[in-house]
């Protein structure tokens, strides 16, 4: 927990401590003049950079609790603003506290409007924070850390009254619900002494105004807690339980307060709402922003230093995670580096192991060239099998007694085999061809039907896609003008011997 300076004004005098880790030091009292203001510079100048929490316990301080319609955004800032204006024009310490909101169907908002109405007294403290350029968190009124306080007593009652005693009088402040409605403080000079008596009379007034102000039914039974820091009020609580008018009363002494704030000395004055306003500050608070503009720097820069730390740390463990993968990055790329030279050696072992290659490796590798373009460019019958086949499979009168195929340059003689000249794969101006040779079955002497069979096979493996052209080499019936007639008229009644046979050249498309 970070050091505050926690500081007390009264219409008498200062008392100032500083608070860190959860505990109050030492108090020093300061007089309103000038070697007080001294003085206080001098805590201010040895403790550099604290923020300071100001409480003040005044008579003239102003509580005003008042239900408003429920609003909100700019138009509620609106609407309290002109309602605090409206109330405190004289000063400009004052604060708007929201306390909830009524049960029926409009759901008003219910507020407390605080000030202290004597801004004076704050005059001479003030100008020694700014001449010091303190950081002046809030100011806050003893009644307003009141309600933190009885927070952490964990001590509720619908309708409570809490009495503390000071030198400067008797401080009562009406709660409930918990929350904070009304406060007054008896100056010690104004009443007839500070007997038992006396102080439950006065405790009797708070409850007619109360009763006046109707914070509280006639009826109702006020309960009474008696903060007795210096074990001094066992008889005031002896007069209020014997007391019809109040419902119970209660008494916290020393110890039992300082035990349930966790053994803390309260041997300073005010040091009970001290230490409540060290733990933990009240929401609101009645100093102006032009008041408290230094502190809200400062803790601008806490913020901005605090981020620049987060990023920091988020970097370094980034830088770290980095290095760290880096780390592991190399240590796989060294190992795999190993690896990889042992199992060179390792082969470089195993090939010692070889049989002695029947050739190089050069010219294997040639050699492998070589079988896989001859693979590529090498050329079969297939294509001139299949488009031939297709032309038989609607021609049933024609029965195939040759196919003869060559891949190889247009006119050569396909029977020269075993021909010195080669085809060369991929030279321009090689075809590949065959000659189709067959007959007609059955066949009866009708020539002119068997060369009508011989022309329409020949057209229709020339409208194959895969056939370039077709030539019929030679009919069943030689009718050119030039041949000699021959033959005997006898020999046409013996059809063992008559035989329609044909040659038609095919010549195919070049493949793609």
């Known amino acids: 927990m970070s050091a505050k300076i926690i500081i007390c004004v009264t219409t008498q005098r200062a008392i100032a401590a500083v608070f860190e880790s959860g505990k109050l030091g030492p108090c020093q009292e300061f007089a309103i003049n000038e070697d007080g203001q001294r003085a206080f510079g001098n805590l201010l100048h040895a403790h550099p950079g604290i923020p300071v929490y100001l409480m003040v316990n005044s008579v003239e301080e102003d509580y005003h609790a008042e239900i408003l319609p429920h609003v909100s955004g700019s138009a509620r800032q609106e609407l309290v603003r002109r309602k605090l204006k409206q109330l405190y024009r004289g000063t400009s310490y004052y604060t708007a506290w929201i306390q909830g909101r009524e049960p029926d169907k409009r759901r008003d908002d219910h507020y407390l409007f605080a000030a202290l109405t004597n801004a004076e007294l704050l005059r001479p403290w003030l100008e020694t924070l700014h001449l010091f350029q303190a950081l002046l968190a809030g100011v806050y009124l003893l009644p307003m850390v009141t309600q933190d306080l009885l927070a952490r007593l964990k001590l509720i009652a619908p309708d409570l009254l809490v009495v503390t005693k000071h030198n400067s009088g008797l401080r009562q402040s009406f709660f409930q619900g918990n929350q904070l409605k009304a406060s007054r403080l008896a100056l010690a000079d104004q009443e007839h002494g500070a007997s038992a008596a006396n102080l439950a009379v006065d405790i009797g007034k708070t409850r007619l105004y109360l009763n006046s ?227 007609v079955r059955p066949f009866h002497g009708d020539y002119r039907g068997a060369m009508a069979s011989v022309n329409r096979f020949a057209g229709k493996m020339a409208h194959d896609p895969d056939i370039a052209s077709v030539s019929v080499v030679q009919m069943p019936l030689n009718i050119h003008s030039s041949t000699a007639l021959s033959g005997n008229t006898l020999d046409a009644g013996s059809n063992e011997t008559m035989r329609a046979e044909f040659k038609i050249k095919v010549v195919l498309r070049a493949r793609k």
């Open 213 to 439: 102000l109707r914070l509280m039914a006639r009826e109702a039974k006020l309960t009474v807690l008696l903060l007795d820091t210096d074990d001094s009020m066992e008889e005031l609580l002896q007069r209020l339980q014997a007391d019809p008018g109040f419902t119970s009363a209660l008494r916290l002494s020393h110890n039992e307060l300082s035990a349930r704030l966790g053994g803390v000395s309260l041997r300073c004055p005010y040091a009970l709402h001290m230490i409540a306003l060290g733990l933990q500050h009240p929401a609101n608070n009645l100093a102006p922003a032009s008041a408290t503009r230094n502190f809200w720097r400062h803790q601008q820069r806490r913020l901005m230093v605090a981020a620049s730390a987060a990023v920091m740390v988020i970097a370094l463990i980034w830088a770290g995670a980095n290095l760290y993968q880096r780390h592991q990055l190399n240590s796989a790329t060294h190992r795999l580096e190993t690896e990889t030279q042992a199992l060179r050696a390792h082969y470089v072992e195993i090939t010692k192991t070889f049989p002695q290659a029947p050739a190089s490796a050069d010219n294997l590798e040639k050699a492998v060239q070589l079988a896989t373009r001859i693979k590529q460019d090498s050329h079969t019958p297939e294509k001139a099998m299949q488009a031939i086949s297709r032309a038989l499979q609607t021609s049933p009168e024609i029965m195939l007694t040759r196919l003869s195929w060559k891949f190889g340059a247009s006119g050569q003689d396909t029977s020269k085999a075993g021909a010195e000249t080669q085809p060369l794969a991929g030279a321009a101006g090689w075809r590949e061809s065959g000659m189709v040779e067959g007959e």
